[in-house]
């Protein structure tokens, strides 16, 4: 598993431009990041980073790896169309900016995302279609919600990805999760509430019942 800091010295190797996915790298969304920032507005910060992706390389070569990171880059650009920018953050990371934007719509995006990627995906490799087992891993962090300044506020969204990989894979987190269900005005008092009392019951983060929430609709509506 990577740590934060392993992405953040990969992401400034990247170019401007990823020939590979046709996506923006990472000095474009430092650029984008730090303009809007100035310009005082919100942004919230998400990092997707595939799970696994060395074994993955390792098992079927890396053509198939760089097949997979194509899927990636498509399946994150209908996940979020009109809603953010999409970049090649380093490596087997994407990041994604969602200017003017909530962290809990951020989130929300993010982890539907996560979960409509996840699982089995077929890719073809030199004519040969491959199933493989495919995951990510989602850190979400936003300014001004987690600091003001650029680079701090990216540092968490890396913590929080490690916090989602750490706890087992597969998972979206914020970089602070209460965050999330105090600033929210979608659920009523009493649904907050009673979310405290069985996150504090059971041991766990609000954001996590909620991502577990979540997921139960999207099983149940196929989507």
């Not at 934060?4 to 923006?24: C, E, F, N, V, Y």
């Not at 390792?58 to 209908?78: I, K, N, P």
């Amino acid at each position: 598993m990577d740590r934060p800091s392993q992405h953040i010295h990969t992401a400034r190797q990247m170019k401007d431009w990823d020939g590979l996915t046709g996506l923006p790298g990472y000095p474009a969304f430092m650029r984008d990041l730090d303009r809007w920032t100035a310009a005082e507005e919100t942004v919230a910060i998400g990092l997707v980073d595939l799970d696994m992706f060395g074994k993955l390389n390792e098992a079927y070569g890396d053509a198939a790896g760089d097949a997979v990171l194509r899927l990636l880059a498509e399946s994150l650009r209908e996940a979020v169309a009109g809603q953010g920018a999409i970049y090649r953050y380093g490596g087997d990371a994407f990041g994604v900016l969602f200017r003017g934007g909530e962290k809990e719509q951020a989130f929300l995006t993010l982890e539907a995302a996560r979960s409509a990627f996840s699982g089995k995906r077929v890719v073809t490799v030199q004519g040969e279609s491959l199933e493989l087992a495919v995951a990510v891993s989602v850190g979400v962090a936003c300014i001004p919600d987690d600091g003001v300044d650029p680079t701090e506020a990216v540092r968490k969204a890396n913590e929080a990805l490690y916090r989602a990989k750490s706890s087992g894979r597969n998972k979206a987190a914020l970089a602070r999760e209460e965050k999330m269900v105090t600033k929210t005005s979608h659920y009523s008092q009493g649904q907050l509430q009673g979310l405290s009392r069985l996150a504090k019951r059971m041991g766990v983060g609000e954001a996590m019942l909620l991502r577990e929430a979540l997921d139960d609709l999207l099983r149940k509506y196929n989507a």
